[in-house]
């Protein structure tokens, strides 16, 4: 694959007719080494947000082990492309054909379930053509908790109530000889706070249920930094939940893990995109709402934005984006802070769309395409870089206290 220094070269070499994604595996391989050194656990890359063999080999090579399956595609890409690496299959949801080639064919024993029918469904997929059951099974009980603190919710759908949690986990113990809970405190998480709450769910839950508790999995939820999103360092997350983790009520030589896929992969990648027209304030594009941009379109997220021609000389003014399809709703309302003179022809770089952008893309109305090239120059914005090394105690974490 070609490399470029950064998107400004690659739009002088090649103008680019439909979009180009450009990767930075040195960014993704920084954050991975932030997780593997300074999270006090495991840290699992949730495949979902950006399931790249490019991206997972670079997470891999930087000490990242275990992954974050939701799917039997996702099993099999990851089991591909890394045959070593540990995968847990965490969608509380399964088939029980998928759980059986997981279980069968790629080596996987740590499942999550959050009902009853869950539980019966692994243990029986999972169980030899005798119906003898599994000896090997890590389970882990998916616990409902707030996503008040975030900015998208994953509370509704997946979790048992705190009420139903003690009676789950006691039925799961009878069939593991290892037992965890796990939660996800929603994505882009703006406070450790978050965390904290969830926590304290646990805890009730565990101390009503009275089992021993292998692993404490705190989920995902870890943010990046977007514009008007600026979260407190990912150390502070880091020390608070460590601390709630030590004062759980499990045994002292219980695992810690979190499963991030945004905080690992927002960096990653960037997209070269095109004005194909102006009208006053709104600037039709070519990616959009069913491309890399649904984040930006649907919950209206604001990613950073560079024009990258360089003889745009006028201060900034607010856009939206219009996309290429035909739909009405491949809209971005923004606003996109860009030179008031751009015009139709002019390129554009939108960062920090490594997570939930590349991945989301479709061929709707014909325009999935894009390249991808590699590119050596930093991604618009780090929490990883060094450059907040003296990591303000955030007042969200001081309140705490
Ligand atoms: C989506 C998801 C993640 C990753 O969430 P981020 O907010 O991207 O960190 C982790 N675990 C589970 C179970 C998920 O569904």
Redesign the pocket.
Known sequence: MHIYPDARSVVHDISPDEPVILNRPHAAARAAHFFAEKFPGKSLY?V??NPSPELLRVLWANGISHF?V?SIAEVRLVRQTLPDATLCF??PVKTAKAIAEAYNVHGVRTF?LDTVEELEKIVSACSDADGTPPGDLRLLV?LRVSSEYSE?S?ASKFGVDLADAAALLQQTRQHCDWLGV?F?V????MTPFAYVQALERVRAAVAEASVVIDVVDV????PSEYPGMEPPPLEDYFSVIFRHFEALPIAYNAELWC?????LCAEYSSLVVRVEKRRGEELFINDGAYGALFDAAHIEWRFPVNALEDDLTQPVAEFSFYGPTCDDADFMKGPFMLPEDIQAGDYIEIGMLG??GAAMKTGFNGFGNADQYVVEDEPMSSLYRGDRADPRASDNVVSLR
């Open positions: 949730a979902k947000a974050d939701a965490m969608h999550s998916r998208l994953l796990c996800h929603g994505s882009q998480a989920g995902g939820g870890f499963e991030p896929g945004r905080a997570a939930y």
